[in-house]
């Protein structure tokens, strides 16, 4: 196991509402990735977090909001959820500077 | 055209029988890539990076083309264990060191 952890594992939400998904880093790690994969694809880049700041952002509207906080453990949050947001999300812990991260067993989001 | 891009397959294959796919990528300056393997609705798992000397591990070895922009992992005797999708990952060191990942091919082995 990769000592990252996701909770929860599974959410059913509704249209229009908010979501929050969290993260535990692995013990030493201070970069949290996230990512959303579609049924079917390949995980798409969320948003970075390096010491609680964003350090970087994919192709995703404002709405997808995240923080880190002083421990790395990390928050996605989701507002006015819609259907296309289902989907399996996953967040990756990693060293700043080094090329391997690793990835929780990611939380399964499903909108009606 | 996408950034990392792998035929999605699936590839069915009999027990025994080598494998190979191929992931092309459109950034010549990409400079990390690695292969992931996942299971059906689990998290990806790192299998193996991939370096320009080429990459062996087991029934497992891994090759890059820079010239042709692409790598490729090809399996060896193939096990029922192996079937799995196979994610080919880019790495953005631009800042975020992101993972660009394929849509992934989906292997089949059949007993």
């Known amino acids: 196991e990769t000592g990252v952890t996701q909770s929860p594992t599974h959410l059913i939400k509704t249209r229009g509402q908010q979501v929050t998904l969290r993260c535990s880093s692995q013990?030493?790690?201070?970069?949290v990735s996230w990512y959303q994969q579609a049924l079917g694809q390949g995980p798409q880049f969320i948003f970075q977090y390096y010491r609680e700041e964003e350090n970087g952002r994919g192709n995703f509207p404002p709405r997808f909001s995240g923080l880190q906080f002083p421990n790395y453990s990390s928050e996605l949050n989701v507002n006015a959820l819609e259907l296309d947001d289902s989907a399996l999300y996953l967040c990756a812990s990693s060293l700043a500077g080094l090329d391997e991260q690793f990835f929780g067993p990611g939380t399964r989001l499903t909108v009606l | 055209r996408k950034e990392v891009e792998q035929d999605p397959g699936p590839f069915n294959v009999p027990e025994g029988a080598t494998v190979a796919f191929n992931c092309t990528y459109s950034?010549?300056?990409?400079?990390?890539f690695f292969w992931y393997r996942q299971d059906c609705r689990k998290e990806p798992k790192l299998l193996m990076s991939?370096?320009?000397s080429g990459n062996e591990d087991g029934r497992f070895t891994a090759q890059l083309n820079r010239a042709s922009q692409y790598i490729s992992l090809l399996i060896r005797d193939s096990k029922l264990s192996d079937s799995a999708t196979y994610l080919c990952v880019v790495i953005d060191r631009s800042g975020t060191y992101k993972y660009i990942f394929g849509t992934g091919t989906r292997l089949k082995v059949l007993a």
């Open positions: 013990s030493g790690h201070n970069t």
């Open positions: 991939v370096y320009s």
């Open positions: 950034n010549s300056a990409s400079q990390s």
